[in-house]
């Protein structure tokens, strides 16, 4: 009984993370300004994946976060699969790291995020700038980091309160870390 729930939860909230992703694409995709004037707009998709992967990361399989990168890349006019493999990386990185991640405070998981998110951001524009690919200022792509990094507490708060996506609890997973 508790495989089929486990099973059912994890549809479920594949399902809701797959709608809550195209959802923001189209978006982005409207002609509207997310922040102030001059401000690039968070990057949330980023946000809500790190943020579903480290608080349920049974809930965001990695090949359902290529699709959607994969998706994003197409609709938002970039090198396609880059961004997207970038995501994927620092995914497992963090998938890795999540059982260890879960009893440390808040702000050393927005620290670790906010890391994170500053090496892909760097990795995607070297690599860009690799293969001698336009880009748009470093200014620009930095202010955007550091605005998605400060919607990422704003994230945590809309997904725990709105979607009921919080850490998982000690009794909640089995002897290794995984759910049960």
Known sequence: MAD?????N????GSAYLALMVAL?????????LGPRGLPGPDLLLCVTILWLLRRPHYVPTLLVAAVFLLADML????????????VLAVEFLRARETSSREQPFLVEW????????????????ILALFLIDQ?????ALMQLFVTILAYPV??????????????TPG?????????
């Open 4 to 8: 089929n729930n486990l099973t059912a």
């Open 111 to 126: 620290a670790i995020v906010a890391g994170v998110m500053l090496a892909i951001t760097l990795a995607y524009r070297l």
């Open 25 to 33: 694409m189209l978006f982005y995709l409207l002609p509207t300004q």
């Open 155 to 168: 994230v945590v708060l809309v997904s725990r309160f709105l979607f009921g996506v919080a850490r998982m």
């Open 76 to 87: 938002f006019l970039r090198p396609p699969g880059l961004w997207a493999a970038l995501v």
């Open 136 to 140: 748009g200022g470093l200014n620009l």
């Open 10 to 13: 994890r549809w479920l909230y």
């Open 172 to 180: 909640e997973t089995d002897a290794r870390g995984r759910p049960r």
